[in-house]
C-alpha cells in the first residue's frame, strides 16, 4: 500500500495505491496530456484518486493546466505498529469546515481504510475506488464487491455504486475501469 500525503498539484491527498502479491488493485488515474480542458481538469481532481471528496469539490482549487489555489496540507502522518493515520485540511482551504481523515489498519487477513469527516453542517462526500483495468468486480453483497477474487470491498455508512472510469496508462492513451 502506498500513500500520498506530499503538497499537491492533484486532488490525491489521502490517495491509495493497493498492489497484492505484486497485481495492482487501486490505481491512480495517470495523466492523459497536459492540455487545458475537461480530460486535463478530471485527471487533477480528486474524483479521479482513491480518496474522498466532499460536496463535489476538490481538495483544492484547480485551474488552467497546472494552477493551484487554496492548496490545502497534510496533517501528521501517525503510524503505530498495524495503523497509519493522517488527514489534511484541504476542504477547510475552500471555505467547507471539514477535515478528512483516513485510516488505514492492517490485519493478518487484509486491511481496513475507514474515513472520518469532521466538521459541522450536512455535506454530501464520495470515496471512490479505481480498479486496475480488466479487473472482474463482482457484487458479494449488499454494499459489498469481491475484486478479482482477492481483494473484498465492504462499504459500510453510505451507499455504494460500480461504475466505470478513465484510466490513463500513459500519454495520450484511454481506457475504461471498473
Known amino acids: 500500500v502506498q500513500t500520498c500525503a506530499l503538497p499537491i ?33 478530471y485527471a487533477r481532481g480528486t474524483s479521479a484518486h482513491n480518496t474522498v471528496a466532499v460536496d463535489r469539490l476538490d481538495q483544492a482549487e484547480f485551474w488552467k493546466s497546472f494552477r493551484v489555489g487554496r492548496r490545502g496540507h497534510p ?23 471539514i477535515k478528512h481523515t483516513r485510516t488505514l489498519i492492517l490485519s493478518e487477513n487484509g486491511f481496513e481504510i475507514a474515513d472520518c469527516l469532521e466538521g459541522k453542517g450536512d455535506h454530501g462526500f464520495a470515496a471512490r475506488w479505481h480498479c486496475v483495468p480488466g479487473a472482474l468486480v463482482l457484487p458479494s453483497k449488499t454494499n459489498a ?32 475501469r471498473p
Open 9 to 41: 498539484s492533484h486532488g490525491d491527498f489521502l490517495n491509495l495505491l493497493v498492489n497484492l502479491d505484486g497485481k495492482p488493485i487501486f490505481l491512480d488515474t495517470g495523466v492523459f496530456d497536459y492540455e487545458e480542458g475537461a480530460t486535463r481538469s
Open 75 to 97: 496533517g501528521k502522518l501517525h503510524i503505530e505498529r498495524n495503523r497509519l493515520m493522517c488527514s489534511h485540511d484541504g476542504f477547510i482551504r475552500q471555505g467547507l469546515p
Open 145 to 176: 464487491y469481491v475484486v478479482d477474487d482477492l481483494v473484498r470491498v465492504d462499504c459500510q455508512g453510505a451507499e455504494s455504486a460500480l461504475v466505470e472510469s478513465a484510466f490513463f496508462p500513459e500519454f495520450t492513451k484511454r481506457e475504461q
